[in-house]
């Protein structure tokens, strides 16, 4: 690629076959011939979901690890939940803080109705506050429109449930009205029903105001469709060698209390708790780019003016520890890559989830296992810290990536923790070599 004769405008290449793409960027970026077989390996899972590719210009897929979190109990059933994530720890952190919950009963959830907002912007309007009361007035005229876009939606019990509108006067152009839609989505993420509709209000929109609609998108701020978990850990379980259940306790107490009050602290806490939120929509083929576009937002509006802590953190009367979470969340079983991917229904079936319902089932499992994982974070910074069981696999993973397998990969672990030596690649080679000589 340090040609200087290399060029990225590639004609045609959408139009190509997945093997002559692969053939081309092969020559084009000297790749070896074991690389381009690597490629036609991992493809293979999208051959046989003959389904197409899902996106252009394919040559291959990323394949990140698909694990399977124990021990959840959910509103007193069990779940085994699949992860996928290339992050070490964050499957067994979830498992572990689940093994621990259960001795509390596990965790509750709730959740409100899969309301989604769709947002219609009118600009060119010198009385926007007047039209915004226009508006208001024809509120049944604009949600018959909008439904009569889903028949499908609104048989199986949705539809757009009414209108918001609301005037933006301080902005860097002009002032504008916002017409937002709200939409029961029922199974699905929403998007497309959402942004169907959008569409298709607009005009009348336009109609009535004599200005223009511009944008008209669904917003992933999804405020309306909001998940909550619960969990009591008991401080009996979690003592060490080193510290009292009361002191862990305290220790994530002052944890929490740094994140809550802290941007700096937060943004890492946060992004713990989305280790396992990601997680799962990776495994279930949700959208997590705009789960983490909302989720963040939520965390910088729920104080106004400050990002905070997503989750909170108390201790009840009997010392335990008890965590909350409340987040919105918008995934969908039907529409979009979700239907058709053959690993995202494998991930279903593991977690029994169907239509009707299971969107709000799968919004609720993920919110639990974002709690679990904020919890196993705290945990370990607030007893043995967060190294500890990172660098453990870490040496698992340098073990392995020297040839060492087995009883070999458990004895290179053993001997490196009981010289307490640091986790080097010098090291673990050296004990490596020490056991296979």
């Not at 046989?48 to 698909?66: M, S, T």
């Not at 949600?143 to 609301?166: H, M, S, T, W, Y």
């Not at 999804?222 to 909550?228: F, M, Q, S």
């Not at 008991?234 to 220790?251: H, N, P, Q, R």
Request: proline share 3%.
């Amino acid at each position: 690629m340090n040609d200087k004769k290399f060029n990225s405008r590639l004609k045609g290449f959408f139009r190509m076959s997945m093997r002559d793409r692969q053939k081309k960027i092969k020559d084009l970026c000297q790749l070896s011939q074991e690389d381009l077989e690597y490629l036609n390996e991992s493809s293979t899972t999208l051959e046989k979901a003959g389904q197409g590719f899902y996106i252009e210009n394919v040559i291959g897929v990323q394949q990140i690890p698909l694990g399977v979190a124990t021990n959840f109990t959910i509103n007193g059933e069990d779940v085994l939940v699949p992860m996928s994530v290339e992050e070490a720890s964050v499957v067994a952190a979830a498992s572990n803080s689940a093994k621990i919950a259960r001795t509390s009963g596990g965790f509750t959830t709730s959740s409100t109705p899969p309301i989604m907002i769709g947002q219609i912007q009118v600009i060119n309007i010198p009385n926007p506050f007047s039209v915004r009361e226009l508006f208001l007035e024809h509120e049944d005229e604009i949600i018959k429109i909008a439904n009569e876009q889903d028949p499908i939606l609104v048989k199986f019990g949705g539809g757009c449930r009414g209108i918001n509108v609301k005037v933006l006067m301080d902005t860097i152009t002009e002032p504008m009205v916002i017409l937002e839609l709200l939409v029961d989505v029922r199974d699905a993420m929403g998007a497309n029903a959402v942004n169907t509709m959008n569409e298709a209000v607009a005009p009348l929109l336009e109609k009535l105001s004599g200005g223009k609609a511009l944008l008209r998108i669904i917003s992933n701020l999804a405020v309306r469709r909001l998940v909550r978990a619960k969990a009591t850990f008991k401080a009996d379980d979690l003592k060490t060698d080193k510290f009292s259940g009361t002191e862990v306790v305290d220790g994530i107490l002052n944890a929490y209390a740094f994140a809550e009050a802290d941007p700096y602290r937060a943004s890492t806490h946060n992004k713990g708790i989305m280790n396992g939120i990601d997680a799962v929509a990776l495994a279930t083929a949700q959208d997590w780019r705009a789960i983490e576009a909302g989720v963040h937002t939520y965390a910088a509006i729920k104080q106004p003016g400050k990002y905070t802590s997503l989750t909170t953190w108390e201790k009840n009367v009997e010392g335990d520890l008890v965590g909350t979470i409340e987040i919105p969340l918008a995934v969908g079983l039907v529409g979009g890559v979700a239907r058709i991917h053959p690993i995202a229904q494998i991930a279903f079936k593991i977690m029994n989830l169907s239509v009707p319902g299971g969107a709000l089932k799968l919004a609720e499992i993920m919110a639990c296992v974002g709690l679990a994982q904020n919890f196993g974070a705290l945990r370990a910074l607030a007893s043995v810290g967060i190294q500890a069981g990172h660098m453990k696999l870490h040496a698992r993973n340098l073990a392995a990536s020297m040839g060492a397998k087995g009883e070999i990969l458990d004895k290179v672990i053993e001997i490196l923790t009981e010289r307490d030596l640091k986790v080097t690649y010098d090291n673990v080679k050296s004990i490596y070599d020490e056991i296979t000589k």
